[in-house]
Structures are given as C-alpha cells and as structure tokens.
T-cell receptor, first 116, second 113 residues
C-alpha cells in the first residue's frame, strides 16, 4: 500500500535554531515529492518539488533533500523564524496510468512551533 | 487572480441537514479536488474532477456528492450530515495531473452536532 510517514509529529524549537523534518514513503512507482507548508487556518502552500533525479532543492531558508534509493526525504529549516510555525506536509506523487485523484499520497504532517 | 476561493469559512449543521460547500478557481485549471483534513491524519481525497462534466470518487466519497458544470466551479454537497463529517474541507485545483502543484483554498471548518 502506498504510504507516507512523517516524523516527528510535532516539534518545538527556539527562534534562530535549525531543524530537520523527515518523510519516508513507500509510494511506487515514484514520480515526485513535494513539501507543503500549512499555516494555521489556511490551505497548504507548496515549498519545493523534487523528481527522481534531484537530491537537493532549496527555497530560501528551506532545503529539501531526497534519497530515492532509501525512499526518504528531509526538509531542513535554517535560522528559524516565528513565521515558520506551521504544519509541514510531505506529498508523494505516483507515476503511471492511475487516474489523477489517486496519484497523490499525503503525509499527516509535522507541526512546528518556533518560540521566541 | 483570486486563486481558489471557498465559502463558507465556518458552518455548523445539525445531524441530517444538507448543505453545499462552494469552491471556485480563476486559474483555468482542469483538475479540481475536494479533501477533508482530520487531526493526526493526512488530507484524504473525497472527490475529484479532471474537467467540466467529469467527476470521480476518491478515498472517502460516502455521504458526499459533487458536480462540475463549469471549469471554474466544483461544489461539494453533503446529503445528510453526520457527526463523522465534522472536519476541515479543502478544495484544490491543479494545471495538470500527477506532480503538478495543487493550489488550495482557505478551507471550510464544518461542525455537525
């Protein structure tokens, strides 16, 4: 069964510190992996996308990595800010002839809280 | 562009009542979806559409209906609300299928008592 597991479930860090969020997946055949940021009371917004051949992608202070062999991804946040407090969701897309609706597998998310 | 809009933002229903959650997008996207988000779980797909006049069921379709008469609009109907449908509902649209970025609306928080 296609699954996406994220860890930790929640995390509290001090402003200015770095942190790393993990995503393990069993989706096959793999097409791409996207990280979304979801602020409280809002819809998710895409941060990065990586395909099979990419192993690092940055978006400002956010850096995502992908190891397609071990089926793991991480999202590293550098010099955290209060505005980074949000839920971070890993979404893996399957490749193939499946209908659109069944291509995406969502993780449950990691809730990050940045304290001053 | 307004992107994806949803109304209402909040709704309280009594068990057995029906209602329609509205979703509209102005990006001319062919693909639209409805998800529900419950605590501790990933977003789960309710229904989706790959174009006007075409809809299909997702992972959790029971108790919900959809229609897609135009490219812009994709309403979700709750036929007879149940407490198990208490959730936050998100509508999303995408330019293409698979890994194309999904643009999400702000969500509708529904409580069924």
């Amino acid at each position: 069964k296609n699954q996406v597991e994220q860890s930790p479930q929640s995390l509290i860090i001090l402003e200015g510190k770095n942190c790393t969020l993990q995503c393990n997946y069993t989706v096959s055949p793999f097409s791409n992996l996207r990280w979304y940021k979801q602020d409280t009371g809002r819809g998710p917004v895409s941060l990065t996308i990586m395909t099979f051949s990419e192993n690092t992608k940055s978006n400002g202070r956010y850096t995502a990595t992908l190891d397609a062999d071990t089926k793991q991804s991480s999202l590293h946040i550098t010099a955290s800010q209060l505005s980074d407090s949000a839920s971070y969701i890993c979404v893996v897309s399957a490749r193939g002839n499946m209908e659109y609706g069944n291509k995406l597998v969502f993780g449950a998310g990691t809730i990050l809280r940045v304290k001053s | 562009n307004a992107g994806v809009t949803q109304t209402p933002k909040f709704q309280v229903l009594k068990t057995g009542q029906s209602m329609t959650l509205q979703c509209a997008q102005d990006m001319n996207h062919e693909y639209m979806s409805w998800y529900r988000q419950d605590p501790g779980m990933g977003l789960r797909l309710i229904h989706y559409s790959v174009g006007a006049g075409i809809t299909d069921q997702g992972e959790v379709p029971n108790g919900y209906n959809v229609s897609r008469s135009t490219t812009e609009d994709f309403p979700l109907r709750l036929l007879s609300a149940a407490p198990s449908q208490t959730s936050v509902y998100f509508c999303a649209s995408a330019r293409g299928q698979g890994g194309h970025e999904q643009y999400f609306g702000p969500g509708t928080r529904l409580t069924v008592t």
